[in-house]
């Protein structure tokens, strides 16, 4: 047999035995590799969510020098009872490294030194529930092997949730990223958390979006990121509002709607415990640099059905358990503005630089019974970026009437500040005044409140216009009458001090701004004399007397020992 021949026959036999080597590991890939991992894995899945996982996958890659394999075109459905798809993960790849065979292939325990994923997309309804979730019932793995993963990490992930079955093009959706470490599935336990089977779950959301059911609301979120393990939660550049102009806006809802813009710079939350619609409970949620724009146009009608309730009975009706043990806002700017009716100018009301801290925001009935029954809120901030305005607000959780009270302060400003809201409302403008102090205190519930108002001013004189007829001539006769008839200054010169009532029976289908807003003006009327006052006091010239502030047992210094 000549060379050539017996080179052309070895050529042939090896080719062939390479061709039965890649033929064959290729049949064992499917039959036994391929179903291991796909029955194993779609097992356990099955194990969370009834029976209803479908896991495919397309090919499974080995690069033995790299100690590295990969599996290709992963797919996985949760279906319902009429194979109906109610949640979808497409991953392109899943790449799985590790540093020593004998340590990763040995006798059902396998050891990775990371398991990375890129542009995992997953397809989610809104509501949970759907899902099914349940509980489990056997242990992890089903005792088949135990898994050990040193990094996990998801990159360029997406994420979408939909509303309705038919459209699941998403009404929210997000970027993502996830990081893992030291992740152990350990064979016959039952997993209770995530800190049985992880030291750090870090999930990090961009650009997340979501449109709201009525197709008239978005939320923006920057970024969002989840320390799982520790259940912490910090929310960056978020924006909430209306997709339209204040002014489109109230032209399709019709009826008088406020237009809400809230910005918020960062939200941070402390030990979260979510369970869906059933328990919202947060340590400690904080929050810095937020802009809140509220429009209203009153020109047009306010729906006879609306009620608005109290805070107390948005907690009480609720159906979700809440419990906030602390909340702490810094630097809040709120801005408000109204269209009275028949004008188009804009009546602005704004408070700067508020600082607010809140307590027990709760309807769970053991926080109830350990933390008391109070909700209590202190505020602080700016009026007209003249005046420091302190206030405190209690209310009762336990009452069935939204039972609270407010007390307050306003340090001296020029009152001829708030003609940015006054003029546009109101045919009147001050042209002199100051307020040197201001204290009220009053309580109530969902329809009205009573109290009193402490308001020291000085050279108090407004200009009526418009009113008589369209002669200036009118105009000065209605302001002389009105600036002789109206106290100029409290106390007045003889001594005497009208303590403002604060008397208002609440429009149901307002706001709490709005009901807050108006007792306090009640109150203001009656110190200047439009209404009668709750009493006079005679003060001497030189007599100290303590506030209403002081009286109800703030702003007192603490006496030493």
Same mark, same amino acid.
């Given at each position: 047999m000549s060379k050539k021949t017996l080179h052309k026959r070895t050529l042939i036999i090896f080719t062939s035995l390479l061709a039965s080597v890649f033929i064959g590991w290729q049949l064992f890939k499917e039959l036994k590799v391929k179903a291991f991992v796909v029955n194993s894995i779609q097992s356990e899945l099955n194990h969370y969510f009834e029976d209803s996982i479908s896991f495919e996958v397309q090919n499974i890659r080995f690069q033995v020098l790299k100690k590295k394999f990969t599996l290709e075109k992963v797919k996985v459905f949760l279906r319902t009872n009429e194979n109906d798809t109610i949640a979808k993960l497409e991953i392109p790849s899943i790449y799985f490294t590790w540093n020593k065979y004998w340590e990763t292939f040995n006798q059902g325990y396998f050891k990775f030194e990371s398991l990375d994923? %890129?542009?995992?997309?997953?397809? =989610?309804?809104?509501?949970?529930?759907?899902?099914?979730?349940?509980?489990? +019932?056997?242990?992890?793995?089903?005792?088949?092997? %135990?898994?050990?993963?040193?990094?996990?990490?998801?990159?360029?992930?997406?994420?979408?949730?939909?509303?309705?079955?038919?459209?699941?093009?998403? $009404?929210? +959706?997000?970027?993502?990223?996830?990081?893992?470490?030291?992740?152990?599935? !350990?064979?016959?336990?039952? #997993?209770?958390?995530?800190?049985?089977?992880? %030291? *750090? @779950?870090?999930?990090?959301? *961009?650009?997340?979006?979501?449109?709201? *059911?009525?197709?008239?609301?978005? #939320?923006?979120?920057?970024?969002? $990121?989840?320390? /799982?393990?520790? !259940?912490?939660?910090?929310?960056? $550049?978020?924006?909430?509002?209306?997709?339209?102009?204040? *002014?489109?806006?109230?032209?399709?809802?019709?009826? !008088? +709607?406020?237009?809400?813009?809230?910005? =918020? &710079? +960062? /939200?941070?939350?402390?030990? /979260?415990?979510?369970?869906? &619609? $059933? #328990?919202?409970? @947060? %340590?400690?949620?904080?929050?810095?640099?937020?802009? #809140?724009? /509220?429009t209203k146009d009153k020109n047009y009608p306010l729906p006879e059905s609306r009620y608005i309730p109290v805070l107390v009975n948005l907690l009480k009706n609720s159906s979700t358990i809440i419990d906030v043990r602390k909340c702490n806002i810094e630097n809040f700017d709120l801005h408000y503005h109204e269209i009275p009716n028949g004008k188009n100018e804009l009546a602005k009301v704004y408070i700067s630089n508020i600082n607010l801290a809140i307590n027990n925001i709760t309807n769970h009935a053991d926080s109830l019974l350990k933390h008391g029954h109070f909700l209590h809120i202190n505020a602080n901030g700016q009026l007209y970026n003249e005046g420091k305005l302190k206030s405190t607000i209690k209310y009762d959780l336990n009452s069935n009437y939204g039972y609270f009270e407010v007390s307050g302060k306003l340090e001296p400003m020029n009152l001829k500040a708030i003609n940015q809201y006054l003029t546009v409302s109101y045919p009147v403008a001050i042209t002199t005044g100051r307020l040197d102090d201001l204290y009220f205190n009053y309580s109530g519930g969902n329809k009205a409140v009573s109290g009193e108002m402490e308001l020291r001013y000085s050279d108090l004189n407004i200009r009526f216009y418009k009113i008589l007829n369209e002669e200036e001539k009118g105009d000065k006769a209605l302001s002389w009458l009105a600036n002789v008839a109206l106290a100029q200054d409290n106390p007045r010169k003889n001594g005497k001090f009208r303590i403002g009532k604060i008397k208002f029976n609440r429009d149901t289908r307002k706001s709490m701004f709005s009901y807050w807003s108006n007792s306090l003006i009640s109150g203001f009327q009656s110190t200047i004399g439009l209404e009668k006052p709750a009493r006079i006091e005679k003060l001497e010239q030189h007599n100290q007397r303590d506030s209403l502030w002081e009286k109800i047992g703030f702003g007192k210094e603490v006496e030493s020992e």
């Amino acid at each position: 047999m000549s060379k050539k021949t017996l080179h052309k026959r070895t050529l042939i036999i090896f080719t062939s035995l390479l061709a039965s080597v890649f033929i064959g590991w290729q049949l064992f890939k499917e039959l036994k590799v391929k179903a291991f991992v796909v029955n194993s894995i779609q097992s356990e899945l099955n194990h969370y969510f009834e029976d209803s996982i479908s896991f495919e996958v397309q090919n499974i890659r080995f690069q033995v020098l790299k100690k590295k394999f990969t599996l290709e075109k992963v797919k996985v459905f949760l279906r319902t009872n009429e194979n109906d798809t109610i949640a979808k993960l497409e991953i392109p790849s899943i790449y799985f490294t590790w540093n020593k065979y004998w340590e990763t292939f040995n006798q059902g325990y396998f050891k990775f030194e990371s398991l990375d994923i %890129e542009k995992a997309r997953l397809l =989610l309804p809104i509501d949970f529930e759907k899902l099914k979730n349940s509980k489990a +019932s056997r242990p992890s793995f089903d005792g088949r092997f %135990e898994l050990e993963l040193s990094n996990f990490n998801i990159k360029d992930g997406e994420i979408l949730f939909y509303d309705r079955k038919g459209k699941k093009h998403g $009404s929210v +959706s997000s970027h993502y990223d996830l990081k893992a470490s030291h992740l152990y599935f !350990q064979k016959s336990k039952t #997993l209770t958390s995530f800190k049985d089977i992880a %030291e *750090k @779950i870090e999930i990090e959301f *961009k650009k997340l979006t979501y449109h709201l *059911k009525d197709k008239i609301h978005r #939320l923006d979120v920057e970024n969002i $990121s989840l320390d /799982v393990i520790h !259940q912490n939660i910090t929310l960056r $550049s978020v924006r909430y509002r209306p997709i339209y102009t204040p *002014k489109k806006f109230a032209k399709i809802m019709i009826e !008088q +709607s406020n237009h809400i813009d809230i910005y =918020l &710079d +960062s /939200v941070r939350l402390t030990n /979260v415990n979510w369970a869906g &619609d $059933s #328990l919202i409970a @947060i %340590e400690n949620m904080y929050s810095k640099d937020i802009k #809140l724009k /509220v429009t209203k146009d009153k020109n047009y009608p306010l729906p006879e059905s609306r009620y608005i309730p109290v805070l107390v009975n948005l907690l009480k009706n609720s159906s979700t358990i809440i419990d906030v043990r602390k909340c702490n806002i810094e630097n809040f700017d709120l801005h408000y503005h109204e269209i009275p009716n028949g004008k188009n100018e804009l009546a602005k009301v704004y408070i700067s630089n508020i600082n607010l801290a809140i307590n027990n925001i709760t309807n769970h009935a053991d926080s109830l019974l350990k933390h008391g029954h109070f909700l209590h809120i202190n505020a602080n901030g700016q009026l007209y970026n003249e005046g420091k305005l302190k206030s405190t607000i209690k209310y009762d959780l336990n009452s069935n009437y939204g039972y609270f009270e407010v007390s307050g302060k306003l340090e001296p400003m020029n009152l001829k500040a708030i003609n940015q809201y006054l003029t546009v409302s109101y045919p009147v403008a001050i042209t002199t005044g100051r307020l040197d102090d201001l204290y009220f205190n009053y309580s109530g519930g969902n329809k009205a409140v009573s109290g009193e108002m402490e308001l020291r001013y000085s050279d108090l004189n407004i200009r009526f216009y418009k009113i008589l007829n369209e002669e200036e001539k009118g105009d000065k006769a209605l302001s002389w009458l009105a600036n002789v008839a109206l106290a100029q200054d409290n106390p007045r010169k003889n001594g005497k001090f009208r303590i403002g009532k604060i008397k208002f029976n609440r429009d149901t289908r307002k706001s709490m701004f709005s009901y807050w807003s108006n007792s306090l003006i009640s109150g203001f009327q009656s110190t200047i004399g439009l209404e009668k006052p709750a009493r006079i006091e005679k003060l001497e010239q030189h007599n100290q007397r303590d506030s209403l502030w002081e009286k109800i047992g703030f702003g007192k210094e603490v006496e030493s020992e």
